[in-house]
């Protein structure tokens, strides 16, 4: 439970919760000023397709002790190789940003990989998100440039 009272669980996706992470990546993507034109000018990066979700590769934060509880962001960590993991989506609901969703989504992949044998998890963090990343024991590495701007490429190490 949080300050405010909030009670966060946390679950594998299903097929059924596509609309409701939709609706959570578009309102999470569109909430840092600085991307909301870029993004909007460019409406296939507002389109999550939940392609991690068959895969149970998606996992969701939802409200209350029932899995049925609201929706309030999301992560999806995909193998690349052997040992390393790719955190390719990490989104939580602007009303419940920074409240430990986004940090507890980490938590449940890094131990979700580590028991499965995995000992990094890597990420491109905006500039925007680097702060949270290195809070949360990610560690720089090196500037990219991707389709929406510059990033930084930066590694959470498992073991």
Do not use: C, K, W
């Not at 068959?54 to 939802?62: F, I, K, P, S, V």
Request: charged fraction near 25%; aromatic fraction near 6%; glycine fraction near 10%.
């Amino acid at each position: 439970m949080d300050r405010d009272g909030l009670v966060l669980g946390i679950r594998t996706a299903s097929p059924a919760d596509l609309p409701e992470l939709q609706r959570v990546y578009r309102a999470a993507s569109l909430s840092n000023p600085g991307d909301a034109l870029m993004l909007l000018a460019r409406p296939e990066y507002l389109a999550f397709t939940g392609d991690g979700i068959a895969a149970g590769r998606t996992r969701l934060a939802h409200a209350g002790p029932d899995e049925t509880g609201r929706v309030l962001g999301f992560a999806t960590a995909s193998p690349v190789s052997e040992s390393e993991l790719e955190l390719d989506d990490l989104f939580v609901d602007p009303p419940f940003q920074r409240r430990g969703v986004a940090r507890r989504l980490v938590v449940d992949a890094a131990r979700s990989g580590a028991a499965a044998g995995f000992r990094r998890i890597l990420v491109t963090a905006n500039p925007h998100a680097r702060s949270f990343y290195l809070a949360a024991g990610f560690v720089d590495g090196q500037g990219v440039t991707t389709p929406l701007g510059e990033g930084r490429r930066m590694r959470l190490d498992l073991a």
